[in-house]
């Protein structure tokens, strides 16, 4: 599924509009091609015609402002008006975010010839000729995608503002806020007030941090977005303010108001989607106030110290990439505690791990040699690597019941979830275990539990499994991961890479070692588990997203 921000197509049209040169010579391109094509086109229906026409006027439109110079911004005058966020980018004057509430008003930058209140140069859609386009028109028009997308594109190398709600008709917020927005639209002629209502558009296309958000783009570039708290008369003196089109006189409470942007509320399945990006979001926001700061009043350690219990004579990258990723994410020492075999292959892998080799096919043994470590570790990832040799699977399952007694963080993937397929006991109950199942993994140990094969929704699934262990946390891994500790449920569904390569599991589990410590430590609402699994599963993914985009074809190493 393709996801991109709000501002991608922006960015990628902004080099055009940039050198006035290049936009100067792509109009007159453009021009010469509409004009052809206007000729072309003229020959076959009426229908054609009036598009051509439009089309004919936009070139105009181009034609007759491509002087117009880039402007410089300030914030100037006081008037109480509340946006989100203030979007200016590296060639403006001002830049930043203002909290809602704050006094300000965004201006063109006050200069000796325009002053300090020449508004934008928009261009007047109503003053066209036989104007019959759709924004000379006093009124919302509701737009798809791909009409946006084109408007934005044109706004890019013409002088036109756009002033855009994204909404949706399921969603309160959205319906509140339709009939000020529908009145907005009212206020103005010759403004494209435009609305996309996201019901209908591709889920998590537009990642939009509120709903409903209202944005206003000039020239290609996304200025800033308004709060929803505003009132009508502040965003129609905003709108007037920075356009400097006159407001039409229109009352809040006409029944006109009550389009196009439906105000009643329309009951859907897309009430879960909200959700779940609301979800995502302010997970990653928690998860991000749990990260230590990098003070020089710590000590080594205090960022925490990960134990990887795994590793066999076959299996030797899968610790090795649990116990490397904990100290690449932040964590200050990793410790591996392996078989006799695996030892050195894995320390000559790097210097930077502490490599045990007291894991054997003794458990009484590897429990009095390993046990003194323990205490000294936030976390433990148990099984990559591990095999499936019973008398080691005897030996881990010795250590699990030590690491339980000591209420510590565990983290429980690959052969380790084996060990537990066998015998679910031995985690049940335990709230500070995370399992890691895979696809597969996650179906053997549902088949186990239940007694019967997964069926019907996955995120249900998902949670009666983590419920039915006692509410211990499962990330099961995917496309979409699935985090849930049977009673909240977080998708981490960001992209990752198409590439398919064994270790990107390994690096999932050792990331969620270190960060369970974090969010122990900090002490968050969202339970510490949920929050660490979350944080690492996007970590995961988006490393893999952008080592993807790098290198075409990764490895785990990568
Ligand atoms: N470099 C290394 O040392 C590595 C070692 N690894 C270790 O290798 C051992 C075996 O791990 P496996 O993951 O192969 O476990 P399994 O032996 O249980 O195999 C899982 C099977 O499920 C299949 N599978 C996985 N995801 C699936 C999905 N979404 N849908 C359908 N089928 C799916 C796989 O192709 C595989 O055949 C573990 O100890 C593991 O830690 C792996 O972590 C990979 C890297
Ligand atoms: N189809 C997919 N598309 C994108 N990312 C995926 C997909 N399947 C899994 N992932 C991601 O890959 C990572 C590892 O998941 P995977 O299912 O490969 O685990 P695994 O088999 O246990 O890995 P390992 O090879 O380390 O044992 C996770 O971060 C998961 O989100």
Known sequence: MRRFVMDEPILYLKSRAKNPSVTNTWAIIRISLLVFLLKLHSAFSEETNTAVEKESKLSHVENSNASIEEPTWTFCGTKRLSFIDVVLDANFSTSGSMAVGEECLLRPKCDETTGCNAPLHCFDFSKLENGSLEF???RVVVVSPHRLESIVEDSAVQNVCAIVLFYAP?????????RKFNALGRSFRGLPI????????EPYKYILAYLPLVAFYYRGKTLFKFSLESSFEDLRDIVSNITGFEALPVNLSDPE?????RTERETSDQVFLAISVWMQQSSLKAFRACIPPLTFSTHKGSAGRVGVIGGSLEYTGAPYFAAISSLKAGGDLAH?????????????????????PLLSADATETTRAILPWLPRMHSLVIGPGLGRDPAIMASVKALIAEVRKMSKSMVIDADGLHLVTLDPSIVEGYRDAILTPNEAEFQRLYTKVFGAKATGNSGEQTKLLAAKLGNLVIVRKGQVDLITDGQNIIECNERGSPRRCGGQGDLLSGTIGLFSHWTNTAQTQVPGQLLAAYGSCY???KCAELAFAKHWSIHASQ
């Open 257 to 261: 108001n009550e389009g196009p942007i």
């Open 170 to 178: 399921w969603c309160t917020f959205s319906v509140q806020f339709a």
């Open 539 to 541: 970590l995961v993914k």
């Open 136 to 138: 000379s028109e006093s």
């Open 194 to 201: 435009l609305a996309l209502n996201l019901a209908e558009s």
């Open 336 to 356: 591996v505690f392996c078989p006799e075999a695996a030892a050195p292959v894995i320390k000559a892998y790097s210097p930077e791990l502490i490599v045990h």
